[in-house]
């Protein structure tokens, strides 16, 4: 029986990983290397390779610190054609979030067009410490599939911001 196993072939593991793994996009390029060999790949594959870094969402207060990262929505609108709403929505790493929570008001209801408060994502890492194509890659993530289908013009930004390596939205 053991000379079987040693005829047959092993195959590696599939991991997810966080977006701050160290070279995402080189890691990318070796997990989807077949993919990539028959032209750009759609995100939905990243999607089980990359977990999103979303660990919660919440109305704010908006407030001004060092550790805060354009995210979802403003970090598209900084990037793309899509129009953001008036209230900004930024990152923030749990550790900072920690820091901080007894001194962030959490809004439970609020004007729509209420420019005083801002969507709050908390990550597990520091948004900050990204290259752009790994922070690209985590505000991809950050958005669930029914937000995606209920906004299609994220979809459509999205796709525009991640062309430029090789990736599309069709099926994300």
């Known amino acids: 029986m053991g000379l079987a196993c ?9 991991t997810v990983v966080m977006a701050d793994h160290p070279n995402l996009q080189d890691h990318l390029r070796r997990e989807l290397e077949w ?10 594959y990243v999607r089980s390779l990359v977990s999103s870094p979303r660990l919660r969402s919440l109305f704010v207060r908006a407030f001004s610190h060092s550790a805060l990262a354009e995210a979802g929505d403003t970090f ?6 899509l129009a953001d709403y008036p ?5 923030i790493s749990l550790t900072n979030y920690l820091l901080l ?3 962030v008001e959490v809004v439970d209801e609020y004007s729509p067009n209420d420019p005083s408060l801002m969507k709050l994502q908390v990550w597990p890492y ?21 937000e995606l289908m209920a906004e299609s013009r994220i979809s459509a930004a999205i796709d525009d911001l991640v062309s ?3 990736y599309y939205t069709d099926e994300f």
């Open 87 to 91: 209230q900004k929505t930024m990152a």
């Open 164 to 166: 430029e390596w090789g």
């Open 76 to 81: 598209l609108d900084s990037r793309t054609l």
């Open 126 to 146: 520091e948004p900050g410490d990204l290259n752009e194509f790994a922070m690209a890659v985590a505000v991809a993530l950050s958005y669930t599939p029914a």
């Open 101 to 103: 929570e007894g001194a």
């Open 6 to 14: 040693d005829f047959m072939e092993l195959i590696t593991a599939p």
């Open 35 to 44: 993919e990539f060999s028959q032209g750009p790949v759609d995100l939905m």
